[in-house]
Each structure stands twice: as structure tokens, then as C-alpha cells.
């Protein structure tokens, strides 16, 4: 595992979309895993004023998002596919086509399931998976106590994830309940994760991935540590309170 520390949330996303923006040139048809929140914008941000710079060939790039929210239709502003179109597709001009979101809004969410995971191995597996992290150790939205072994599946949102993405809806009664997520054992085969964590408030996650030697489906971060080649990348705010541990990870 290799972990870097930036001075903050800008140097973060910068070195982040230099990274992603670095596998897109090398490898055209790129299967490219993403994520949502709040911390992955910043890389996008990025990744769109790189790519204005010094276009990226995107015709054959294909993108897999990580979850959706079960309820909401690929119009409601608060799912995942309109803030994936608004913040990534539209401005690097993905042709939509191209980009893959579980569907929240069916009426049979396990044949969802099911039919989003032979997509991504009919089109040969994720090459390269963003991910954010939860407060509470999420990967996706595989919650404490997720198997492992799980590909994507529906899940019960815990009340602090519920409580934390509060603040991208009008209030905390409309964020659904449900979710459908990639399971751990998809994200596990991807073969290269960078996992992107900024903040205090992420200090605790960080800290059960680098400080302990347990791997816990409590705390559902940790089964990076099982991962060939994972990136972490954080900013100084965790890096303090895990900073014994950085030289060693970076050995590994
Ligand atoms: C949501 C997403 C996760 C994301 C997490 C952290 O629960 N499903 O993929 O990692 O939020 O979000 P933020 O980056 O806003 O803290």
C-alpha cells in the first residue's frame, strides 16, 4: 500500500487527477470506477481544467459508478447519475452511452444487481477505482458489517451515512433509506484503487486502514489492506494522527 500526504484538499485533488489523468492517456480504453460525495469533486475539477489543457482521448474510456440511491430516477438532482452528469460527464464531454450507474428506480433491484455485474465483467473488469470513504469506514455504500464476499447488492443505509449526505438533500427525511452498491468483493477486483480521504472527520477510518492490523468487515476500509496496489492519499488534517504508520504502509 502506498499512501501520500498533501498539504490539503487542493494539493489532494490535484495529485488525484494527475494520477487518473495519467492511466486515461496511457490506456485508452480504460475502465475507470468512480465514486461520489463530496471529496472526489475537487479531482474532477481537476481532472476537467487538465483535460481543457491537454485533451484526453475519451472515445473509448468507460466509466462504472459506484452505487446509486435506491427510489431516486437518473433525473432526480439528488441521485448519483445527475451529479455524475453534471459534475463529470457533461464537462469532459463523455458521451453518456459510455457510462454505467446501477439504476435505483426498477422494480426488481436484484436483477439490477445482478445485471450490473456482468456488465463490468463483460467489459473485462474496473482497471482503475476512486473511493471515497464514510466516516464510519464505508467503501461504496458497503456499511459496517458488509460480507466481504459480496458483489453488488442493496443495502440498508446506517443512520450516520443517512445523517452525513443529510446535507446534499432539503432535508434529512428525503435521503433514501436504500442504496445499490458495488459489494466488497467487486471493488476488490479492481487493479489499481486509490482510496481519497480529507478531513478530521475521516482521521478515525484512516486510522483503522493504517494504524491497526485488523482487517474488520466493521470497519469496511480495511480490506484494502488485502488489495495489491492501493493509493491512499490524504491530507495533512489525517495524516497527524496516523503519521508513525505512513513510512511503514509506503514500505510495503
Ligand atoms: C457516500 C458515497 C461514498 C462516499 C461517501 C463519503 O456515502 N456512497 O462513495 O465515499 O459518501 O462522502 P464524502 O466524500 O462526501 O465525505
Known amino acids: 500500500m502506498k499512501v501520500i500526504v498533501t498539504s490539503d484538499y487542493e494539493q489532494l485533488s490535484q495529485q488525484a487527477a494527475r494520477a487518473v489523468y495519467n492511466h486515461i492517456s496511457k490506456h485508452h480504453s480504460l475502465n475507470l470506477g468512480l465514486a461520489t460525495g463530496s471529496t472526489p469533486l475537487g479531482l474532477y475539477k ?139 468483493a467487486s471493488i476488490m477486483q479492481a487493479k489499481h484503487i486509490y482510496l481519497l480521504a480529507s478531513g478530521e472527520k475521516k482521521a478515525k477510518a484512516i486510522q483503522e486502514l493504517l494504524s491497526s492490523d485488523v482487517v474488520t468487515e466493521q470497519w469496511p476500509v480495511t480490506v484494502l489492506r488485502e488489495h495489491p496496489q492501493v493509493t491512499v492519499m490524504i491530507d495533512e488534517s489525517i495524516a497527524q494522527s496516523v503519521q508513525d504508520k505512513v513510512g511503514v504502509m509506503n514500505d510495503r
Open 46 to 184: 481537476e481532472l476537467i481544467q487538465l483535460h481543457h489543457a491537454n485533451r484526453l482521448p475519451l472515445a473509448d474510456l468507460k466509466t462504472f459508478n459506484l452505487d446509486e440511491y435506491v427510489g431516486l430516477s437518473p433525473q432526480s438532482p439528488y441521485s448519483y447519475r445527475y451529479y455524475m452528469n453534471t459534475h463529470v460527464f457533461e464537462p469532459l464531454g463523455i458521451p453518456l452511452e459510455q457510462t454505467y450507474i446501477p439504476r435505483g428506480d426498477v422494480g426488481h433491484l436484484q436483477q439490477e444487481c445482478d445485471r450490473y455485474d456482468r456488465l463490468i465483467q463483460q467489459h473485462g473488469g474496473i482497471d482503475v477505482q476512486i473511493l471515497g470513504v464514510g466516516v464510519n469506514g464505508h467503501i461504496g455504500f458497503n456499511e459496517p458489517g458488509t460480507s466481504f464476499n459480496q458483489h453488488t447488492h442493496v443495502v440498508q443505509l446506517a443512520p450516520s451515512t443517512i445523517e452525513a449526505n443529510a446535507k446534499h438533500f432539503p432535508s434529512k427525511d428525503e435521503v433514501p433509506t436504500q442504496a445499490i452498491t458495488m459489494g466488497i
